[in-house]
């Protein structure tokens, strides 16, 4: 009964997913792998999801550059980046946001895309990045 006032409250403030900070400074806390389904390819890492003209300009980079639709794509904040699990991800993008060590083979890095769209040397930057994984 309160897990479910729990979630009316967080529905009420327009939670819809939450996750701790810093579980390690819970003692005995493991937290739960993420899961990412195997049609996902590229996992954006950034602090907060891109929305209106940003959303537009990673569809225009991950389609153009990378032949990729957002179908094949997800965000995650970069906090949960060392609960990732098993997955078959091609492309890990950084953005705004310190890279972490991976396996995944292409691995980006760059600012935010407020810092990329319109500034032709960030762009250029990225680009260059793209196309080093051909």
Request: charged share 20%; with cysteine; aromatic share 8%.
């Amino acid at each position: 009964m309160d897990q479910i006032r729990n979630q009316a409250l967080l529905s009420e403030m327009g939670i819809e997913r939450w996750s701790l900070l810093h579980p390690d400074r819970l003692q005995g806390y493991q937290p739960e792998s993420l899961i990412i389904d195997s049609n996902i390819k590229l996992l954006f890492v950034s602090q907060a999801l891109p929305q209106g003209s940003e959303a537009l300009f990673m569809q225009k980079v991950i389609q153009g550059a990378m032949s990729l639709s957002l179908e094949y794509c997800r965000h995650i904040q970069p906090n949960q980046f060392t609960q990732l699990g098993e997955h078959n991800l091609e492309w890990v993008w950084f953005c705004g946001c310190e890279p972490q060590s991976t396996n995944i083979s292409k691995a980006l890095h760059s600012p935010l895309l407020t810092e990329i769209d319109g500034h032709n040397q960030n762009r250029r930057a990225l680009w260059e990045q793209i196309k080093s994984y051909e």
